[in-house]
C-alpha cells in the first residue's frame, strides 16, 4: 500500500469540490432566472364601443346681442326679443298674426334696455355736442330775428307753427313741414361717408339729409315748442318690406305713440306699421335696446359686456351686428 496515497485522496477530493463550487457559480443563477421567469401577458384591447375619444379642444364662441337674447327666450315660455340683428328675422313688432301677450310702455308695445356702449353711443353724445352748440345760435336768433343766420331763421319758424298747435295736429303738421323742407339726400352723395348724422341747423342750411336727420330735425323743433323729451324717441328700424334700415321719430301723445315718418305722407300709429322692426331707442337718456316683456327681468351687467367702438371706426353703422363673448 502506498503510504502518500492517504494525503493525495484529500487534495483530490478538494480540488473536485472546488470545481464543483465554481460551475455551480456560473450556471446556477442563468438556470435559476430561467426556471423562475413567467410567461409574458399580451395586452387585451377594449371593444371598439368602449373606446372613448379624446375631448375636443374648447374654443371661444362669439354671439351677437340677438343670439344672446334668443339663447334666454327658450327658457321664458316662448317669449320672444325684437330684432338685433335684421337678418335673424325675429321681432317683436305686434301685428295681426302675433299680437303680444303684454303691450309695454314703448313705441310698438316693447320694453327697452340701456344698451352697450358703441358706434352709437360715440354718435349720439357728437349730436347731443353739437345740438347744444347750436342752441346758442337759435336763442339769439329769437333775440334779434335781424342778425340770425338764414338756417336759424327757419328753425325758429317751424317751431313758431309748432307752439301755435298741439296734438296729432302738431305732430303730423311739423312732420309733413320738415318733409317739405329737407331733400332726401344719401350720407355718401352728400357726405362722402357711409353715415353721418347731422345736427338741426345744419341740415336746415344745406337743405338735405337722411332719415336719421328727418327724425333728428323733428325731435329738435317739438322739443323746443315744448313737446316733453320723455314722449320723443328717435327709432332706428328694419323696415321688412324693403328690407332697409330706417330712422323715424316716434312721439307719445295721449298714450299712444305716433310716427313722424320722411317716407309716408300720412300719419300713423306705431300699431299701423307691423313691417316696422324696432331696433334701438334715442332720448335724452341715452341709446336703449328694444325687447319684449324679457327686459323686465333685470340684466347682470356681465350680460352686457361689450367692447365699445374703436376709435376712428368708419364703419357704416349697421346697429345689427353687435358682439357679445361667452
Known amino acids: 500500500m502506498n503510504p502518500l496515497l492517504p494525503e493525495r485522496a484529500p487534495a483530490r477530493l478538494v480540488g473536485l469540490a472546488l470545481a464543483f463550487a465554481v460551475a455551480a457559480a456560473l450556471t446556477g443563477p442563468a438556470d435559476a432566472k430561467a426556471k423562475g421567469k413567467k410567461p409574458r401577458e399580451q395586452a387585451i384591447s377594449p371593444p371598439a364601443e368602449l373606446t372613448i375619444a379624446p375631448p375636443a379642444p374648447v374654443q371661444a364662441r362669439f354671439f ?28 317683436d313688432a305686434p301685428n295681426a298674426a302675433a299680437p303680444m301677450r303684454e303691450r309695454g310702455p314703448e313705441p310698438f308695445g316693447l320694453f327697452v334696455f340701456r344698451a352697450p356702449e358703441g358706434l352709437l353711443w360715440t354718435k349720439w353724445r357728437k349730436l347731443e355736442a353739437e345740438m347744444r352748440e347750436e342752441a346758442s345760435a337759435i336763442a339769439a336768433c329769437r333775440a334779434d330775428p335781424e342778425a340770425c343766420s338764414a338756417e336759424a331763421l327757419r328753425f325758429n319758424k317751424l317751431v313758431t307753427v309748432a307752439s301755435r298747435q298741439s296734438g296729432r295736429d302738431r305732430l303730423s303738421t311739423i312732420s309733413h ?14 357726405h362722402g361717408v357711409p353715415d353721418l348724422w347731422s345736427a338741426p341747423l345744419a341740415t336746415l342750411g344745406s337743405g338735405r339729409g337722411d332719415c336719421e336727420d328727418y327724425a333728428i330735425l323733428k325731435y329738435a323743433v317739438l322739443r323746443d315748442a315744448g313737446v316733453a323729451p320723455e314722449d320723443m324717441r328717435l327709432v332706428l328700424l328694419r323696415d321688412s ?86
Not at 313741414?177 to 352728400?190: C, H, K, L
Not at 300709429?269 to 335724452?284: K, N, T, V
Open 64 to 91: 351677437t346681442i340677438n343670439q344672446v337674447l334668443a339663447k334666454r327666450d327658450a327658457a321664458l315660455n316662448g317669449v320672444r326679443v325684437a330684432a338685433v340683428d335684421p337678418k335673424d328675422g325675429a321681432s
Open 177 to 190: 313741414a320738415v318733409n317739405a323742407n329737407v331733400r332726401y339726400t344719401s350720407d355718401y352723395a352728400q
Open 241 to 326: 318690406q324693403s328690407r332697409e334700415d330706417h330712422a323715424v321719430l316716434s312721439v307719445r301723445d295721449d298714450g299712444r305713440w305716433y310716427i313722424l315718418d320722411n317716407r309716408r305722407l300720412g300719419f300713423y300709429e306705431d300699431r299701423e306699421l307691423p313691417h316696422y322692426l324696432p331696433l334701438f331707442a334715442i332720448d335724452q337718456n341715452g341709446v336703449k335696446l328694444f325687447a319684449a316683456p324679457y327686459a323686465a327681468r333685470p340684466l347682470h351687467e356681465s350680460e352686457m359686456d361689450v367692447a365699445p367702438a374703436m376709435a376712428g371706426d368708419q364703419s357704416s353703422g349697421n346697429i345689427s351686428d353687435l358682439p357679445y363673448l361667452l
